[in-house]
Each structure stands twice: as structure tokens, then as C-alpha cells.
């Protein structure tokens, strides 16, 4: 794990900022807030799992296929539209909502991240933690019931789904957006930026935000993290060939990157990170 120089961060930004501050101000401020808090916020197809939710529920359509109709009517950022078409089809073929859940709660987390995810739920005065991510929230919500993990995260953003009168999955669009690099449905930017907002807003000034994920979807909030944070890309997937192309580019991203392939590094990142 490369030296991330957290040290000499916290010498260069804490404390300028502490000498300009009024004792006072200081006084109001740990009213709000008297210790460091770190906001994890993780991606969740391929990086809290170890598969892709919306293609692993194919698995529940007869012969565990798609009909070549609904698979060519797939257009680039509609994915929840198409999704729909996925779950209709699974309604008109009769598979109902427990048979789905059943095979959704098979899906594999990624290697580590139950210890990881554990860790960070015995630490919750640490860490905020948010799922932002293009699935459903019936599936996180099956998923993380699996391993108990609900109490592990503060907000979870994503697609609002939901089994309609007549038994059939249905999904909407999580936001608008004006976002010209991001799917319709959602831009995870946007989710970031307003989230760490709102916070801020309610006295809680995070420390540090750490970024997991792995898609090409996460390249837009990663570009909204500052020069303290940290990305953490998933080694050898689409987000971590982004994001060193664009320094090859010469336009680096203004964060830190530190590249993962288990959940056991971020945990013993997340260890450092708490030990300064
Ligand atoms: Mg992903
Ligand atoms: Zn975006």
C-alpha cells in the first residue's frame, strides 16, 4: 500500500486552520462535532457484491436467458428502462417476488467485504457509510439483509423499486439530472455533492471521503473529491483504467487513488486511517 502521507496532511490542513479560528469558533464547532468522522461511500454491483444484481436476476428467466428481443432493446444510459422490460418479462413468465429473492440472496459479497463491512458497523462513530449505485433498492435491500448489514449504512441511493399489485418487479428512475457524462437515471456526482451538503448543513464536516467502487459510473463523483479524499478503484476494472488514463492525459484527478482487489485492504487502510 503506497505511503498516502496522511500525516503531513493533517499538519498542513488542521492545523493553519485551527490557528485562524476564534477559540469560540473552535467551541462551536466541537458542539457540532468533537471527533474526526470519514465518509465511506461504496458503489455496490462488483464492489460490495462480486457480481452485477441486474444480470444475476436473469438467472431467475426460463433457461436462465433473455430473449434476443429485450436484450438488442438495450440503449446506452436507459438502463432502467431496459431493467423494466427485464422484470416484466420475469412477471409474464411467473416468477414471483420469493423466487427472485431466493436467487438474489445467492449472489457472493466480494472477497473481504463482510469483514470489512463488519468493521466499519463496530465503528459506526467513525464512519458515515452510503451505498450509491445503479441496482434497486429491492435487491440491496434483500442483499443486505443477508449479512445483516443494514446498520452498517446511513443512506442507501439507488433506483426505487418496488413488487407492483400484480406481482411484478417495478423500477423508477432514482433522480434528474443535468449531468452530460451519466446514465438518465442517475448521476452518483450529484448524489455525492448533495449528500456531503446536507451534511455539512447538520454540523458534520467529514474528515475525509473515501470512494469505493469500480464502474465507469463512479468516474463522475470521483472527480468531485478534493485533494484530502481518497478513490479507491477496484484493481483491473473499468473505473481503475479511467481514472490512470486520464493521468496519462495529463488532467490527473485532484484526490488520491489507492487501488484495491479485496475488502481486507480498505480495512486495513480504513485502520491506518483511524490510528492517525
Ligand atoms: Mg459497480
Ligand atoms: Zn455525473
Request: net charge negative.
Amino acid at each position: 500500500m503506497k505511503n498516502l502521507g496522511l500525516k503531513s496532511w493533517l499538519c498542513s490542513c488542521w492545523c493553519p486552520m485551527v490557528t485562524r479560528l476564534s477559540v469560540q469558533k473552535i467551541a462551536r464547532m466541537n458542539s457540532y462535532q468533537s471527533t474526526m468522522k470519514f465518509l465511506l461511500a461504496f458503489d455496490f454491483d462488483y464492489t460490495v457484491i462480486d457480481e452485477n444484481s441486474d444480470t444475476w436476476i436473469v438467472k431467475c428467466a426460463p433457461e436462465e436467458k433473455l430473449p434476443i428481443g429485450i436484450k438488442s432493446s438495450y440503449k446506452k444510459g436507459h438502463w432502467t428502462e431496459y431493467m423494466g422490460r427485464v422484470f416484466i418479462y420475469l412477471g409474464d413468465n411467473g416468477v414471483k417476488e420469493a423466487e427472485m429473492k431466493r436467487m438474489m440472496t445467492t449472489i457472493p459479497f466480494t472477497t473481504g467485504m463482510t469483514d470489512l463491512l463488519g468493521f466499519i458497523g463496530m465503528n459506526k462513530e467513525l464512519f458515515d457509510c452510503i451505498i450509491i449505485s445503479d441496482s434497486n433498492t429491492v435487491f440491496i435491500d434483500w442483499i443486505l439483509g443477508v449479512g445483516n448489514f443494514h446498520r452498517v449504512f446511513d443512506e442507501v441511493f439507488t433506483n426505487p423499486a418496488t413488487f407492483s399489485d400484480t406481482g411484478y418487479l417495478t423500477v423508477q428512475n432514482f433522480h434528474d439530472h443535468s449531468c452530460v457524462e451519466c446514465p438518465k437515471n442517475l448521476c452518483k456526482r450529484k448524489v455525492l455533492e448533495e449528500f456531503v451538503d446536507k451534511q455539512l448543513q447538520q454540523g458534520v464536516n467529514y474528515t475525509q471521503i473515501v470512494y469505493i467502487g469500480d464502474g465507469g459510473n463512479d468516474l463522475c463523483p470521483v472527480k468531485f473529491l478534493k485533494k484530502n479524499d481518497i478513490a479507491m478503484p477496484r484493481q483491473g476494472y473499468t473505473l481503475e483504467k479511467l481514472i490512470s488514463q486520464m493521468s496519462q492525459d495529463l488532467s490527473p484527478i485532484e484526490c488520491s487513488v489507492l487501488v484495491w482487489s479485496s475488502g481486507i485492504e480498505i480495512l486495513s487502510y480504513l485502520k491506518i486511517l483511524i490510528k492517525e
